[in-house]
């Protein structure tokens, strides 16, 4: 089993910037590696992922404003958010994708707003 650890949220004006990280205990070469948010009253979804090899895919609503990479050397996912607004706001969590029999984190809050 891997624990993920999200951390980098905070409160970021409409139009700024966060950089997310998460740190894996466990070797996540041999997986597809994503970041998943929870708005308030709503489901959790992907929102950015990667294949082992490094190639992202990233839902409609954030493409061009994220970017996802992976350092597996460091067991370690980020996420750089741009041009934030505020339907982003929301508890992100990094994890395996599929989840499997690896552990959510406690997710790290992100809240957009003037």
């Known amino acids: 089993q891997i624990q993920f650890v999200e951390s980098g949220g905070g409160l970021v004006q409409p139009g700024g910037s966060l950089n997310l990280s998460c740190a894996a205990s466990?070797?996540?070469?041999?997986?597809?590696m994503a970041w998943y948010r929870q708005p308030p009253g709503k489901a959790r979804e992907w929102v950015a992922m990667?294949?082992?090899?490094?190639?992202?895919t990233y839902v409609d609503d954030v493409e061009g404003r994220f970017t996802i990479s992976r350092d597996n050397a460091r067991n370690s996912v980020s996420l750089r958010m741009n041009n934030m607004i505020p339907e982003d706001t929301a508890a992100y969590y990094c994890?395996?994708?599929?989840?499997?029999?690896?552990?959510w984190g406690q997710g790290t809050q992100v809240t957009v707003s003037s």
């Open positions: 994890a395996s994708r599929p989840l499997g029999r690896n552990l």
């Open positions: 466990g070797d996540i070469s041999y997986y597809v």
């Open positions: 990667i294949a082992r090899g490094g190639t992202p």
